[in-house]
């Protein structure tokens, strides 16, 4: 079955066309931290050779065209198009990489075009219709209503009305078909209506007729709106194959052709070899590649050379029917900035982001029942332990203290692996200069606080007044603002973290080790004096020390000062006051370590925004 194409709305538009030319493009792999070690200390072989993943790689892609970069598995495809798309940095090629004749600026070309890498990465429990409309939001001027249309004709032009209201899904959360994720993506990189578009690998994983319809749609924007386009294929089929303009073979980096079908078959033809029947050109191509002359700027072939002149001209006609051909300095002139406000960005992230928990059951509905059951069950465990007096009273109080911000500290990491899932999205979206890194962090920081201050009351308000802990509102109050803090600063850690980590078994080592020794050092287990002074930073960088001093000037300190802790035939021994005396704890400290621990909250924040910064700014450079 066929799936219908339909014609596309350019508007009546003229876009900017834009031809991408490389010549001399090499890249090799960056040497590893080990190759520089070993080239310093090894006198014999001090440089291992490097390995050349593109080797001199000179070919073209034309607006009003598709050019299809073919080529086995390994041969270099994917890293060719990543070099287009400026997500490798024109600094660590040779060669160049020129856009409408003149050196590509990454910067602006990573804006106006739009790049769909292999790996979907979509957010599962958001809508289709939801995915593109944020997409929109972030990219286009014109708020709401411009966002809406232009996802309106997106959806048609994909074909994606049956399934505008499912949710993407994904894994054994099943959503829509590869197929439709796939066209979704695409999508995505298409709301601003670029004029470059580059995907890798558009058809790998559907069947024939969603492969067919994909490059069809992508063929139709083609000759209505003059894009240019570059994908990578693997094995397409005969119906596809006569869909593209023109061809790149690529094999070990090298190009063996460049130019059009036709043109392949009879360089094949000349080469001597017979295409067997059945079998379409290119993937004959790709099992002979050793067979075939490498075309090089040295080889010599009249030939071919007049053949290419005739396509040439043919393009050039193209050109000329309507496709205004841009020039560099209005790329530069175009090189778009941020479709919103810094404000307007939060607000659409912050939307994204609560969607996002609320439909994520695993942490909103068990982060909720977790507070609520551990609040009662603790609640029931330590019920009125103050009911009696004496230094076993005093311990399970203190030990109630130590074991709840044990609990609220590290239960706020299980968020490790949507922060981590998120961030290949944030990466794509911020290097496509969707919005800013801070816009990011503030929004994400904005959204946990009133979802954690809900989670802070339903623990709280259990487990207070079962416990039985200073009766009075404003010793509740402060409590549970403690709680609040402290699962805020538990997820600014996690967030830190996140953005640092390479991966979630890495993440949750690091982040479960330091937790440990947090608790170790909270003066808890070692008091201060007792803690070599080497180490004596930890207890000043531990999460648990300032909240469970919070606990303790709380609960016996202000009026609750006056209540006896333990006493000898009926004459008081230790005063709550004198108790906090004893532990060195001042009443001030009630205000100060908050500010301490808010301090912390920022500080977290901070790192994580440069942390983030400094990762975009890698892959921009
Ligand atoms: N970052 C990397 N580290 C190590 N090897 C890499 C890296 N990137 C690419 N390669 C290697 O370069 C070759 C080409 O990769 P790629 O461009 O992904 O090929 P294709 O897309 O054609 O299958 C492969 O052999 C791959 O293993
Ligand atoms: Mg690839």
């Known amino acids: 079955m066929e799936l219908p ?51 001199d790689v000179n070919c073209e892609a034309r607006p009003g065209e598709i050019t299809a970069i073919a080529g086995p598995s390994g041969a270099g495809k994917t890293t060719l198009l990543e070099i287009l798309a400026g997500k ?35 957010f599962p429990l958001l809508t289709v219709e939801e995915t593109l409309m944020y997409s929109a939001l972030l990219r286009l001027q014109g708020g709401k209503k ?11 032009e994909l074909g994606l009305e049956q399934v505008a209201g499912a949710r993407v899904g994904r894994g054994a959360n099943r959503g829509i078909s590869g197929g439709e994720r796939r066209r979704v993506s ?37 000759a209505h709106q003059g894009k240019t386009i570059v994908l990578t294929i693997h094995q397409p089929g005969f119906r596809i194959l006569e869909l593209f303009d023109r061809l790149v073979l690529l094999s070990n980096g090298g190009v063996l052709h460049n130019g059009s079908l036709e043109h392949l078959e009879e360089r094949i033809k000349f080469s001597g070899l017979q295409i067997p029947p059945h079998i379409n050109v290119l993937e004959f191509a790709i099992d002979v590649t050793g067979s075939i002359v490498i075309q090089t700027s040295e080889t010599p072939n009249v030939h071919f050379h007049i053949k290419d002149q005739g396509e040439k001209k043919e393009s050039l006609r193209k050109d000329d029917e309507g496709f205004t051909v841009s020039n560099h300095n209005d790329m530069v002139d175009k090189c778009p900035s941020y479709a919103n406000s810094y404000v307007e960005e939060i607000s659409i992230l912050g939307g994204r982001f609560c969607k996002n928990i609320f439909r994520t059951k695993q942490l909103f509905a068990t982060r909720i029942i977790q507070a609520l059951v551990a609040g009662f069950i603790l609640g029931s ?6 009911n009696n007096l004496g230094q076993v009273a005093l311990q399970t109080r203190l030990g109630f203290f130590a074991f709840s911000l044990t609990f609220l500290l590290s239960t706020m990491t299980e968020g490790l692996p949507i922060f981590l899932q998120e961030r290949t999205i944030f990466m794509r979206e911020t290097s496509r200069g969707a919005y800013r890194v801070s816009s990011y962090v503030v929004a994400n920081t904005i959204v946990f606080l009133p979802f954690l201050l809900m989670v802070g009351l339903l623990y709280t308000v259990p487990v207070y007044w079962l416990v039985g802990l200073r009766g009075s509102m404003d010793g509740f109050l402060y409590f549970a603002m403690v709680v609040w803090i402290v699962l805020l600063m538990s997820n600014s850690f996690t967030a830190c973290f996140s953005a640092l980590v390479p991966t979630f078994i890495m993440g949750t080592s690091i982040i479960a080790g330091l937790m440990g020794s947090f608790f170790l050092f909270s003066g808890y287990f070692l008091s201060k004096e007792k803690i070599p002074s080497y180490w004596i930073f930890m207890h000043y960088l531990s999460l648990f020390k300032y909240p469970f001093e919070c606990f303790l000037i709380n609960e016996y300190g202000g009026k609750g000062g006056k209540r006896c802790l333990e006493s000898e035939r009926g004459e008081c021994k230790l005063f709550a006051i004198d108790f906090l005396k004893q532990q ?38």
């Open 381 to 386: 465990i330590f019920m009125n332990a103050d």
């Open 88 to 122: 490798i940095s024109p600094t660590k090629v040779t060669g160049e990489v020129l856009v409408n004749g003149h050196p590509v600026n990454a910067k602006c070309f990573r804006r106006l075009s739009g790049y769909v890498t292999q790996e979907d990465a979509l």
């Open 146 to 156: 411009e966002a809406a249309n232009r996802v309106g004709v997106l959806i048609k």
């Open 584 to 621: 060195d704890l001042k009443e001030s400290l009630k205000w100060t370590n908050l500010a301490v621990m808010l301090s912390f909250i920022l500080g977290y924040r901070v790192l994580c925004y440069l942390i983030l910064w400094c990762r975009c700014y890698r892959t921009r450079n």
């Open 5 to 55: 194409v339909s014609t596309p709305d350019s508007g009546g538009k003229k876009k900017g066309s834009y031809t991408i030319e490389t010549r001399n493009l090499s890249y090799a792999l960056p040497t590893s931290l080990y190759d520089e070690v070993s080239g310093i200390f090894c006198c014999k072989n001090p440089k291992r050779p490097q390995k050349f993943i593109i080797k």
């Open 186 to 222: 695409i999508g995505v990189e298409l709301v601003h209506d670029p004029a470059v578009i580059l995907i890798d690998e558009p058809t790998s994983g559907l069947d024939s007729a969603s492969a067919l319809h994909v490059i069809s749609l992508l063929q139709v924007m083609v």
